[in-house]
């Protein structure tokens, strides 16, 4: 899935807008002006349309864990992470995060897509790549989850209730 099309449907379920996502970037470690959001927001045949690259939209992704979970400090004696190249697995593992969504919230979200998995095969989704149930997150998986979080309400989950889009916010 191309990064400007993630980025606009991520703004859509967030409600999210262009001050807001840059700011977001900003607390990821990209400095990026509003006005330059607007021109990753464009479709590919409007003018001005510049492409997202991945460091653009993993600190987008950073900056949304950030914003909505707070800074952690590092663990004494842990190994301070290592980037690596953004892919449909580490994004959907930055937006389980970010909003903090359970195995449950997520199977609900994919259902409502249409997308039938059992939790066994959405936790292949986030295992280490080398490992032997690791299942590779294709762009239609990403798609249709964020297509799920579309689907229902606007992103209602506080942060901390582990509540997801459409999970509802009952007592």
């Known amino acids: 899935m191309n ?3 993630l980025l606009r449907r991520l703004r859509y379920v967030l409600n999210l807008n262009g001050e807001t996502i840059a700011e977001l970037c900003t607390m990821g470690g990209h400095e990026i002006r509003p006005l330059d959001v607007l021109k990753l927001l464009k479709k590919e045949t409007e ?3 510049v492409a997202c690259d991945d460091g653009v939209m993993g600190s987008f ?3 949304l ?4 979970r707070g800074a952690h400090e590092p663990k004494p004696g842990a190994a301070a992470a290592k980037e690596t190249a953004l892919n449909n697995n580490l994004i959907l593992r930055k937006l389980r995060i970010a909003l903090e969504l359970s195995d449950e919230a997520m199977l609900a979200i994919l259902a409502r897509a ?3 998995l059992s939790k066994s095969e959405l936790s292949a989704l986030f295992r280490a790549k080398g490992h032997r149930n690791f299942k590779p ?6 798609r249709n989850f964020i297509r799920g979080l579309t689907l229902g309400d606007k992103y209602v989950g506080s942060p901390g209730t582990g509540q997801g889009p459409g999970e509802g916010n009952s007592p």
Do not use: A, E, K
Request: charged share 20%; proline share 5%; aromatic share 4%.
């Open 3 to 5: 990064n400007n099309d």
């Open 47 to 49: 003018p001005g349309f």
């Open 61 to 63: 992704l950073d900056g």
């Open 65 to 68: 864990i950030l914003s909505r």
């Open 114 to 116: 249409g997308v039938q």
């Open 137 to 142: 997150c294709g762009d239609q998986m990403l």
